[in-house]
């Protein structure tokens, strides 16, 4: 099991992600990322404070990371998560799986942001957009 379990106080690097999940195994991977929108229900989203979410959901993460890893019998994660003021418009969190199989990394991955949102009293606003980064299958 290989796991990426970041916080960061500056702006998260995809590239990063992808030099950690270069080298997976044949198969697949699935990498998502939330991005903070500017609109918040009817109100403008000038930023969203992380200050006081590292100690613990570091741990969190890195449950939640290999939680699903063993769930869904795949080698490697990575869960990257922002700590500190976000801005509208920059990556939250960088999310990704890999294994033999993208459909199952694809599930794990599900499953992790769904855990984050459970967890984090700041990932239960609609402050945020999860959006694909990729999907790729990897030739064995």
Known sequence: MA???KLSKT??????????????????????????TNQSHDNKVIELDFKDFENESFLKMTQVAQESLRRYRLPKAI????????RPNEVL???AFAG?????????????????CDFFPM???DDFEITQVGLAAQAG
């Open 3 to 5: 796991l990426s379990i």
């Open 123 to 125: 990932w239960q606003k």
């Open 100 to 116: 033999s199989d993208a459909s199952m990394a694809y599930q794990a991955c599900e499953r992790a942001i769904s855990k984050i």
């Open 79 to 86: 869960i990257h998560h922002r700590s500190g003021t976000v």
């Open 93 to 95: 969190i960088y999310l």
């Open 11 to 36: 702006p998260l690097d995809i590239s990063s992600c992808l030099k950690f999940m270069n080298g997976s195994q044949p198969g697949g991977q699935y990498i998502a990322q939330a991005v903070l």
